[in-house]
């Protein structure tokens, strides 16, 4: 998504929504976490990988989104 291409409700919006998504993921792990405990590594190590790379797409959104409000509206 062009972060320059939004308006500042979309940016916000975008904010928010990012931040729930990764509420979710988190909670997602967790209760997989739980269910899945010991018994089976390799599906465990399957899911943990998939959250992970998961948790990076959100930070990385929301670190451009975070950055052109920055850019928008320096101190």
Same mark, same amino acid.
């Given at each position: 998504?062009?972060?320059? %291409?939004?308006?500042?409700?979309?940016?916000w919006r975008a904010?928010?929504? %990012?931040?729930n998504a990764m509420s979710r993921l988190i909670q997602k792990q967790l209760e997989l976490d739980a269910y899945i405990g010991s018994r089976d590594p390799t599906g465990r190590a399957y899911l943990?990988?998939?959250?992970?790379?998961?948790?990076?797409?959100?930070q990385r959104e929301y670190c451009e989104y975070t950055a052109e409000i920055r850019r928008r509206y320096p101190c």
């Open positions: 998504m062009q972060c320059p %291409n939004l308006t500042d409700d979309d940016l904010i928010a929504d %990012n931040t943990m990988r998939f959250h992970v790379e998961r948790a990076n797409y959100f």
